[in-house]
């Protein structure tokens, strides 16, 4: 089974703090995606990466960045978090090419409140 | 206009009734499709993906694809009370990027 995993699954922070948020897959997947999802706005891309230090914008990277230093390992920065940062962020993975079909796998989310 | 579309709902049937859950996309050149199940507070699980013209079936589920019309849909069959979640609709499209491109999901209520 495809497993991806979290770091945490509630966390809360203050304003104007660095956020890390960890994803790590354990089916060698070329792909990783974080989206938040909020009421009403449904899944939204922030940022994925398709190959280790290789990163690509979805559709909402202002105030995040990302890294990938390892094709396993996926983190979300938050550089200066703030109160509209406070959301569900979901990490995904699948793999990539013409013999996939590109499913992705969620990781069980994390809870994040900015206070 | 939205590149997936759903009903938002909710969609309340009753236990034992068939649901019926659509979807509409916007890029014809698009591949693969996929339905996701989210119980409230939890992270999406894929439960259907269906890549040709016609019927897939898994069990209670069946996944519907109208290439020609553009539209996905998913039936449950038989619905529990445990179906009750949001089923989000994925559409692969014409790029290599390997993104997927979310509905808004539709929210099941099944009623005992």
Redesign the interface.
Known sequence: DVKVTQSSRYLVKRTGEKVFLECVQDMDH??M?WYRQDPGL??R?IY?S?DVKMK?K?DIPEGYSVSREKKERFSLILESASTNQTSMY?CAS???GESS?????????TRLTVL | QKEVEQNSGPLSVPEGAIASLNCTYSDRGS??F?W?RQYSG?????IM?I?SNGDKEDGRFTAQLNKASQYVSLLIRDSQPSDSATY?C?V?GSSN????I????TTLQVKP
């Open positions: 070329e792909n995606f449904g899944l891309l994925f398709y690509e979805g979901l699948s793999f990539i079909y590109n499913e992705q796998f969620f990781g069980p989310g | 591949q693969s996929f996701y939890k992270s999406p699980e894929l993906s890549y989000l994925a692969k990027t390997g993104k997927l979310f509905g808004q999901g």
